[in-house]
């Protein structure tokens, strides 16, 4: 483990938690599970028995690198990656791992997002341990594969080859068979039928030796406009020369660029208790409730009655007295004030649109 | 007309309002009805047609003395009366009355709360004037009546006799029988079914003279307190001399210290949709509502959907969206959120009396 790297990916904008979350602190500087921390602090810190802060990185836009080192003050700032324009991941994995190969040429990198959670931190660090083992010593793209618990469509796939395995540590490793792209329900329900399809959580191990080679050949584009100084990694001036050219790199993510294309992709199948967090309704059920199945996110002074199967969320100064709501999730914040039926909550992004644009102007 | 002045009381602290009202910004200084006003301005407003701003007094606590001006600029500052201390409206009635006579000893006056609201007002206006002419020509203290429209036991009630009235301008002036406080609910239907009784609305209109000597008759210890220099009223030294003597003056009411004393008390009856707006539900009931029955107090950015039946209301600066709440009060403020069942809202208080007790703090 000692040339192994964590990579953490913390420049997305997630506008899904409105109105706790904005452009200018969007999802992974913030409490959503209610933990006391932010989901990047949660994510760090789930990564610290396994390497020393040292070996983590974060990679995120140049405009969030402040609130990045605000929440993660022992993180040496160089471990700090600035992206100076939004290119997608596939910019961002090369970026992090030409900047490993200068640092440590027998590097292996861990790549993950930064606002998920894990419940079984224990099975995952020992999955990670092998699957780090796996790719060291393997010319191997491994992602992490979530068995799946329900017919999810708002996921990507993995199918694997149930008769390909490869046993590294304690864990076995599979051929991909092929990656699919957010399902349609009769197609997601086919594929928990079928036993041998994995949610893609978009955690990837690989050496940096096998992901550059994978660039090269899968995406010579961004490889090239990456490597015209290909001596600037690690060095004082990287950061100037990244400035430079990494807003011209191709828009695509690491899934379409490499994860599709490559021949030499595994998957190691993981029940850890994932969920990305991905709506307020998710944030719900992996939060503890109390007897009434409601979950308060609040510091500060409230009384809550004859409220059942809620999820409430309020400014830390704030006095709340709630009564009577049944399925709702309530979200304040000194800018907004969200007050919405729970099962109702994918049209929330909808009607925040409608809310927002100028003809709704009141 | 030439010798009529205006007596606002708007020094009351009002908690019924919370989490919109505080001591610090109580009920008269908001826009609790949502005509883009406060109360006291539009009661201020209303008496404008009858007499000139310089014969308009406000008696308030003095912390208040600067919000009345604020929200009256157009008040000679004069003309603010301040107490230094909360002794109940005898005291103050009485103080109103000293300063008016050392200015005008023919004066007549009409004292009236500053956060009702009264929907007719030129049939108001027209009983005011036939009103005033009455108390300036008799030694008569009138208290005007609200028809009773339901029975409702949060009011006092007055019984005239209906045999014993008196003409002025167009009104019958009927003698009072007798004040009632607060009734319980079998009382105050009797009171309805028998059709003699009005509610107490606590405006009232007197001569300074005859108020004055009823004050010297009914309560000697208020008028002995306030007058031991009589001649500083209406100099530049009342102000200093208020603040030292005010203080001692009993603790009491002007309908227990006179109402219920004095022999010659009228009752006006008035039908000029009157509201105390005691209550979120009863500004919910006087308020303007959109076809789904919902009160939208919010000059902000907001949109709310399958709503019915409920008052919203929310600071200026906020973006709101609501969706399938049914009979509720929604009050926001910056310090504190309110979502509350419509048909509880007498349980507001005592759950806000736990709510900010100490032994509720998390």
Known sequence: MNHAYIVIMAGGIGSRFWPASTAATPKQFLDIAGQGKSLLRMTYERFLPLVPAERILVLTHADYADRVQQELPELPTPNILSEPSRNNTA??????????????PKATMLIAPSDHVIEKESAFHALVKDGLEFVRDEQAILTLGMRPSRPDTGYGYIQYNNNNDRLAGN?????VRQFTEKPDLERAKSFIAAGDYLWNAGIF???????LTAFQEEAPTIYAQLTQDPDIFGTEAEADYIRRVYPDTPNISIDYAIMEKADYIYTLPAQIGWSDLGTWG???ERSEKDESAVVVQHEGRHLVEDTKRSLLRFPKEKTVLIKGLEDFIVVDTPDALLIYPKSEE????AD??????????Q
Chains 1, 2 share one sequence.
């Open 282 to 284: 998710s944030v719900y």
């Open 91 to 104: 910019p961002s994995v090369a970026l992090a791992a030409l900047h490993l190969q200068a640092i440590d």
């Open 171 to 175: 864990s076995l490793m599979f051929k």
């Open 205 to 211: 191990l690989f050496s940096v030796t096998t992901i």
């Open 352 to 361: 925040r649109q409608r809310l927002l644009s100028d003809e709704n102007d």
């Open 346 to 349: 994918q049209q929330i992004k």
